[in-house]
């Protein structure tokens, strides 16, 4: 089974800062998806950012970015220009591509909690 | 917009008895999941209905049922609640392939009195 570890239970950055939350992950596959969720205080879990394995280039989007390190089963998240509305729960996940024919959920790290520091 | 509404947003329930929460989608996606999130874990995946298949995981007690009685909706019935099973309960819905994100309701908290 996939295990995904989020090592930083809270953050804390200051605003227009950037800050780089970690996750590592545990598999035994060679091809899945990664992702990380936020998910503000009281509102839906939302998808920041998707990794796709077999893909060399990391992903972007906007002030998201990630360093995925297959090798080492690395997949960090870094946020550029903090703002306030980035305050949230981040969560880290899995999906494994191979198994239930494209219907696996997702396995979730235990989530780091940003602070922004107006 | 289309978008994934779970209903209510709190409920509260007497230990044993039986409550249901319900989750229904706009988005026409194949596949409907329930996640049980406790305070400071990850949230766990209860099981999933991929069309009218449904797919429990090994782990999730047999307290724990569910229904999709069509492709929008997908309710999650406690059997008999325990104070354990008090948690926030996610719905989320996904198109049925691996490079599909989940997308995610507000999520019921579900308090056990």
């Known amino acids: 089974a996939q295990t995904v570890t989020q090592s930083q239970p809270e953050m804390s950055v200051q605003e227009a800062e950037t800050v780089t939350l970690s996750c590592t992950y545990d598999?035994?596959?060679?091809?899945?998806?990664l992702f990380w969720y936020k998910q503000p205080p009281s509102r839906q879990m939302i998808l920041v950012i998707r990794?796709?394995?077999?893909?060399?280039q990391n992903a972007t989007e906007n002030r998201f970015s990630v360093n995925f390190q297959k090798a080492a089963k690395s997949f960090s998240l870094k946020i550029s220009d903090s703002q306030l509305g980035d305050a949230a729960m981040y969560f880290c996940?899995?999906?494994?591509?191979f198994g239930g024919g494209g219907a696996d959920g997702l396995t979730f790290g235990k989530g780091t909690h940003l602070i922004i520091q107006p | 917009d289309a978008m994934v509404i779970q209903n209510p947003r709190y409920q509260v329930t007497q230990f044993g008895k039986p409550v249901t929460l319900s989750c229904s989608q706009t988005l026409n996606h194949n596949v409907m999941y329930w996640y049980q999130q406790k305070s400071s874990q990850a949230p766990k995946l209860l099981f999933h209905?991929?069309?009218?298949?449904?797919?429990n995981e090994a782990d999730t007690p047999d307290n724990f049922q569910s229904r999709r009685p069509n492709t929008s909706f997908c309710f999650l019935d406690i059997r008999s609640p325990g104070l354990g099973d008090a948690a926030m309960y996610l719905c989320a819905t996904s198109r049925g392939r691996s490079n599909s994100p989940l997308h995610f309701g507000n999520g019921t908290r579900l308090t056990v009195t």
């Open positions: 598999t035994s596959e060679s091809d899945y998806y």
């Open positions: 209905y991929y069309d009218k298949d449904f797919n």
């Open positions: 996940a899995y999906r494994s591509v």
């Open positions: 990794q796709e394995a077999y893909k060399q």
